[in-house]
């Protein structure tokens, strides 16, 4: 079946540091969404890119359609970085299909 | 304000009860969503509703029902809840096709 899959599983980065996500999923996607979720548990959508590059703030996100990757790469990490993040799928208006997420730990 | 509303935000109940929960969305959009996370933090779709066409999961099973009045609402009863109902479940929102999809606050339920 459909799957998504998300690494590394953890990341401990010290505040400033730099961090790479990786998302691998299975099957051509037409959206490909970034998604934060707080240690309090409310998800937050961080991005929608289903081809090319896309910053906002300081995350930049990139998704190569043929190859059925996208990674996340988040700048100048902040404690408030941590959490995490998940990766998500959809095949054309269909439900989402969500990764396992990488839970990302940022220490002063 | 322009969001995905959910309520109650946590829930506790006991085996055998029956419980539902409201969502509503204030975007415009025509299509909504209920999703379960359970305790290993999985996101799992259970239903999509469009034009009131229903998409079910298969793998939901029977007890649970979606109910909706009209395309900015869409709640989610439990017939008759079980221990591993116990999960997070979050409701969300997108136009139609491939669009971004927003997120709720969730509703927690715990079955004792």
């Known amino acids: 079946g459909q799957q998504v899959q998300q690494s590394p599983a953890s990341l401990v980065l010290q505040e400033g540091e730099n961090a790479e996500l990786q998302c691998n999923f299975s099957?051509?996607?037409?959206?490909l969404q970034w998604f934060y979720q707080s240690p309090g548990g409310s998800l937050v959508s961080l991005l929608s890119n289903p081809s090319g590059t896309k910053h906002t703030g300081r995350l930049t996100s990139t998704t190569v359609t043929k190859e059925r990757r996208s990674s996340l790469h988040i700048s100048s990490s902040q404690t408030t970085d941590s959490g995490t993040y998940l990766c998500?799928?959809?095949?054309?208006?269909?439900?989402?299909?969500f990764g396992t997420g990488t839970t990302v730990s940022v220490s002063p | 304000e322009t969001a995905v509303f959910q309520t109650p935000n946590y829930h506790v109940t006991q085996v055998g009860n029956e419980v539902s929960f409201n969502c509503k969305q204030t975007l415009g959009h025509d299509t909504m969503y209920w999703y379960k996370q359970d305790s290993k933090k999985l996101l799992k779709i259970m239903f999509s509703y469009n034009n009131k066409q229903l998409i079910v999961n298969e793998t939901v099973p029977r007890r649970f029902s979606p109910q909706s009045s009209d395309k900015a609402h869409l709640n989610l009863r439990i017939k008759s809840v079980e221990p591993e109902d116990s999960a997070v479940y979050l409701c969300?929102?997108?136009?139609?096709?491939?669009?971004?999809?927003?997120f709720g606050p969730g509703t927690r339920l715990l079955v004792l």
């Open positions: 099957s051509t996607a037409t959206q």
């Open positions: 969300a929102s997108s136009s139609t096709g491939p669009d971004t999809q927003y």
């Open positions: 998500a799928m959809d095949q054309g208006g269909r439900a989402l299909i």
